[in-house]
């Protein structure tokens, strides 16, 4: 449960700075890094709550 809730503040956090940051730099590559980042965030997490998520094997 504990992963659950640090995890879901975590993406909160880092989606709030990186719309931040897109709003001040608009450009499509940039745009493209953040979704892609974003997609790998929220795959590692949903894994990470799938396997347990203590960090071990």
Do not use: C, E, H, R
């Not at 992963?3 to 956090?13: E, H, M, V």
């Not at 940051?21 to 745009?31: G, N, R, T």
């Not at 965030?41 to 894994?47: A, K, M, N, P, R």
């Amino acid at each position: 449960m504990t992963n659950l809730i640090t995890g879901i503040i975590g993406i909160a956090s880092v989606v709030a700075f990186l719309s931040f940051m897109l709003v001040w730099v608009p450009a499509p590559p940039l745009i493209i890094i953040v979704v892609a980042v974003m997609a790998l965030l929220v795959i590692d997490f949903l894994q990470s709550l799938k396997s347990g998520g203590n960090g071990g094997s």
